[in-house]
């Protein structure tokens, strides 16, 4: 794979191809504008995020194998913020994919999409890109792809867990013991009372993922007929 145009990264699944797209559009046409620092800035953050998201996981999985789901307190605070980063880059992945979306739709249309003020930049968040996309364009497929993705049960589950991890809560973990010969339950993260092993970061990742692909291939359709 090849390094990304927009920073020199290499970040293996990642995908280039429609990412590295939209981009050329949009620096090909609206490089001297304004409104393209702030989708310049976010789509930059999309692969920074996507990579840290990757990154934790695979740290959390190194860090699980070492010291299993039962160590030493340092151990645990070591796993634990490697859940933290991860879940919190995930979210931040989709705040900065809608924060992009929202700077190009300020280009398309701007009698909606207000961005030049810092008040107007700090309501930006994925619910508020769907809500303009629909007053501005209800009709066009990445409009529909933002309410897909406000509803998706997954991306639900990402926002709750970054939520709960960055503003309410360091989750404890239910941790089983074998009594005589009997197989003992694995131990579980009390957030989501799921076993604490390599799959609570995989899946998230493979959700990523699928969301990421729907929303760039909206937002690579949207840019090739308005832009």
Known sequence: MNPLKTNGLIIQNFPQVKYESIHFILSNKYAERKEYEHFSGAWNAVSYRYKATIDHGEDFIKLLKLY?????PEKRYLQEQTLFNHFSSCFSVFESMCYGFFAIGSIVSPEYFFINDSADQRKISPETTKKTYQKAFPNEQITETLIELIADSEFEKIRNTRNILTHRAAPG?????????????????KLNNKPLNEFIVKSNEDNMKRLLNNLLNAGEEFCKLKL
């Open 173 to 189: 973990r239910k941790i089983y013991l074998n009594i005589g010969e009997d197989e003992s339950l694995p131990t579980e993260w």
């Open 68 to 72: 299993g789901t039962a160590p030493q």
